[in-house]
């Protein structure tokens, strides 16, 4: 984008948005804001819109979105575009890259604790007033593996890297060194990474290429005392193929995010598992959400936007990422 600095409508469809208005006025009053959260202010004011920010791309009114040249994505994936990728062109998209890495290895590193001490086990027996003491390895003893190295996924290798753990991980280009991880491999090479692990971190983006990319054979190479972490998407591990696995035992146990339905259905046999924790898709949303987004990337993006400069974050809508 070039040229001189230009007037900017901003559509926010976002359970925020009106918070999001008021720290764009304060800091950009010659930007217009419409704040639309729901479907009807969407679909009403959606043609006005030079720039959309939302944590989803609402593709049921793409159509009517004629003056629209830059998508803020507030969160890191992007998939919820890709039935249009093919159409969006012409349109600057642009995500919340590197504000989810500290929060995840927090959620990570208490999850891989809690499935190591077997806190679901202690909890009940605290409800129980049973008095069982164990013996526990240190965690400073197990590998984790991180399948996935973009900025979330180095950032729990690093933490994970800091508790004294053994990290190993995968990615796409294997070039160059990650710092924290031990041992990298390509993402072709998950099964021989796998068997390795104590723990397996899901840090993967929502692509077409990740759907289904852990499913019955990468779970078979797991080991049986291994634990299962997602906080990628939950189409990135077969799911049905999941819980086979861990009501037979085929692996100890898994932290779960993400799942293939939102909401996670009430019949689904993931809530009552002994040896699961289930969380609400909450692992990258720390409590000042807003604000952040807004400090980070977003009030930069407008101030760039206005004045014809390249956007940070961009995203390569061909690689999804």
């Known amino acids: 984008m070039t040229g001189e600095s230009q007037a900017l409508t901003i559509l926010l469809n976002h359970p925020a948005a009106e918070a999001y208005a008021r720290l764009i006025g304060e800091r950009f009053p010659q930007v217009r804001t419409i704040v639309a959260p729901d479907p009807a202010r969407l679909e009403q004011h959606i043609g006005e819109a030079e720039a959309l920010l939302a944590f989803r791309f609402p593709v049921e009114v793409f159509d009517k979105a004629k003056k629209l040249r830059w998508f803020q994505c507030t969160g890191a994936g992007v998939d919820s575009i890709f039935p249009i990728r093919d159409k969006v062109g012409h349109i600057t998209i642009t995500n919340g890259r590197g504000i ?191 604000e952040r987004v807004f400090s980070s990337f977003l009030a930069d993006n407008i101030e760039r936007f206005l004045k014809g400069q390249n956007l940070k974050n961009v995203v390569n809508i061909a690689r999804g990422y």
């Open 100 to 290: 989810h890495g500290d929060i995840i290895a927090d959620y990570v590193m208490a999850g891989a604790t809690m499935l190591h001490w077997d806190f679901r086990r202690l909890l009940r027996e605290q409800a129980e007033r049973k008095w069982n003491p164990r013996n526990v390895t240190p965690l400073a003893e197990k590998t984790l593996g991180v399948i996935g190295l973009g900025s979330i996924g180095a950032t729990i290798a690093r933490r994970a890297k800091s508790a004294g753990m053994t990290v190993v991980g995968s990615k796409r280009d294997t070039s160059a060194p990650v710092d924290g991880v031990d041992k990298l491999f390509g993402s072709d090479e998950l099964r021989n990474l796998l068997p390795l692990c104590d723990f397996v971190v899901v840090a993967v983006p929502g692509t077409s290429e990740t759907v289904g990319l852990i499913g019955a054979g990468e779970i078979a190479c797991m080991r049986r005392d291994a634990f299962l972490i997602n906080i990628a998407r939950g189409n990135v591990i077969v799911e049905g193929e999941l819980i086979k696995a861990l009501q037979v035992g085929s692996i100890a146990g898994a932290m779960l995010d993400v799942f293939e339905r939102e909401p996670l259905p009430q019949d689904s046999p993931l809530w009552d598992m002994p040896n699961v924790i289930a969380t609400p898709h909450v692992a990258g949303s720390p409590s000042n959400y807003t």
